[in-house]
């Protein structure tokens, strides 16, 4: 079954949690260090997407109404995820708000401003085949965050973040639909796509934030979240997830990069 984008439209909500007493659940059983900063990371980047957004509306992809009607959607939702990790940090008196968010995108200095034109400029001369590139490329990042919320779930095992955690992942499982469905249409079609979209992820995908928080967050991340026997069960998972998608197979994208990033012990 395609995905019906204007279901979608009209479904997309915040993620709800009014329901949930945070002050309370995580006074009274508070998170370790570890995973606070896991969240902090997680949190960073949800706020990020409307950054993300900006650079990939200077593309091709900008001219699909299905692709557009998704993103706006898509955006407001990871708005929410921002948010409620925002209050789940700011019950264990980590402050977040808007100098935060603020500080994180200047940080990111000329090559944040320069981004938007570099993307437009060779995405542009691509033409419509960058839409599959980008397809795919937002598929693997979608089950990579997909897989990073279900495993902070199982790691910490406290009940209200497992909650709050689940409730995002239902709304990432929509937005991976989306992403999954248009890349396998798009890169089927077209051989130059399938080409192009190998050549980008093999050597310019990094994992999700990875371009935006610093190196020691980035591999804190990691080894958390996707090291130890269960971690890299988790990171073949995904990268069998990629070699579904038309010209990828044996890409090993996620544990290559894990490689890379993480040194031997």
């Given amino acids: 079954m395609s995905f019906q984008v204007d279901k979608y439209a009209r479904q997309a909500a915040p993620v709800r949690y009014d329901d949930l007493d945070l002050t309370t659940a995580f006074r009274d059983q508070p998170l370790s260090d570890d995973t606070l900063r896991v969240l902090r990371y997680m949190c960073d980047i949800e706020s990020h997407t409307i950054c993300y957004l900006r650079d990939v509306l200077v593309t091709p992809s900008h001219t ?48 944040d401003r320069l ?16 839409v599959a590139t980008h397809m795919s490329w937002g598929a693997v990042n979608e089950w990579l965050t997909h897989a990073g919320y279900t495993r902070l779930s199982q790691i910490e095992k406290h009940p209200v973040l497992t909650e709050v955690l689940s409730r995002i992942a239902t709304q990432e499982t929509r937005h991976i639909a989306f992403y999954a469905t248009q890349a396998r ?14 050549l980008a992820l093999s050597k310019a995908w990094q994992p999700v934030g990875a371009n935006v928080m610093p190196r020691a967050e980035v591999r804190h991340l990691l080894r958390h979240l996707l090291g130890g026997s269960d971690g890299a069960k988790e990171a073949r998972r995904i990268d069998a997830r990629i070699d579904t998608l038309p010209g990828l197979e044996g890409l090993h994208l996620v544990r290559g990069r894990i490689a890379k990033l993480l040194p031997a012990a």
């Fill in 185 to 198: 249409e798009r890169l089927a079609r077209s051989s130059r796509a399938r080409r192009l979209t190998r």
């Fill in 64 to 111: 699909d109404p299905e692709v557009t009607t998704f993103l706006t959607m898509w955006n407001y939702e990871e708005y929410w995820h921002g948010e409620v990790l925002a209050d789940v940090l700011a019950a264990h008196g980590i402050a977040t708000g808007d100098d935060h968010v603020r500080q994180l995108r200047v940080r990111q200095g000329w090559r």
């Fill in 115 to 130: 981004a938007p034109i570099r993307q437009s400029l060779l995405a542009n001369l691509i033409g419509d085949d960058f």
